[in-house]
């Protein structure tokens, strides 16, 4: 099991510096990620009424699935986002979709700032993709944001993903949107490295 301080994944985005991908560990992080998801930004995240221990149960859970895992994304050394990887075909779009070998779900969350900087949210979701891309074994991104968050269906698409179709599901319609390694190389002149 990874320690917390072990970085999983890092690159260098050229206008904002480094950002790197750790292990979440649900004890030590939970009062930070309390402070993320009830912040009135995060209302999407769907989680503005809990309690200190229902975040730290919340990803205790996750630590403990087979399918799905949690991160905490650091810019310049200090966590700013939280990124979470789960198997679309076993969570999340069960019966929903026709899951294909390669594909991934993923969730992300930047974390509130009161000094926001210009482009930081895509150079986080640019991260996250990146990370994803870097297992050789991942062919396709699959996300099923909320229909009504427009601005993370802008972020989506100047990564990289093409919407499918509206899916409900049993808290929200979502937008059932993928991006295949080649979309996502040629929305952001990234090479992810991973052979085809």
Not at 53 to 67: F, N, S
Not at 75 to 92: I, Q, T
Request: charged share 20%.
């Amino acid at each position: 099991m990874s320690t917390t301080t072990e970085i999983l994944y890092a690159r260098t985005d050229a206008a904002l510096g480094s950002f790197a991908i750790r292990a979440l560990d649900p004890l030590t992080d939970a009062e930070l990620l309390h402070g993320w998801v009830t912040h009135p930004k995060a209302a999407f995240w769907m989680m503005q009424d809990a309690s200190l221990p229902d975040v730290e149960r919340e990803y205790m859970k996750i630590a403990a699935a087979e399918h799905h895992d949690a991160f905490i994304g650091l810019h310049e050394g200090r966590p700013a986002f939280l990124m979470e990887r789960y198997d679309p075909s076993r969570l999340e779009l069960v019966g929903l979709y026709d899951a294909e070998p390669g594909d991934t779900g993923m969730h992300f969350l930047v974390a509130p700032s009161d000094t926001p900087l210009h482009g930081f949210t895509r150079a986080v979701i640019t991260t996250v993709m990146a990370a994803l891309f870097a297992d050789p074994a991942v062919r396709r991104v699959v996300v099923e944001p909320d229909v009504d968050n427009k601005a993370v269906h802008a972020l989506n698409e100047a990564v990289g993903f093409v919407p499918e179709r509206p899916v409900q599901k049993p808290e929200k319609t979502a937008l059932l949107s993928f991006c295949t390694r080649e979309q996502f190389e040629a929305a952001t002149g990234l090479t992810t490295g991973a052979s085809i």
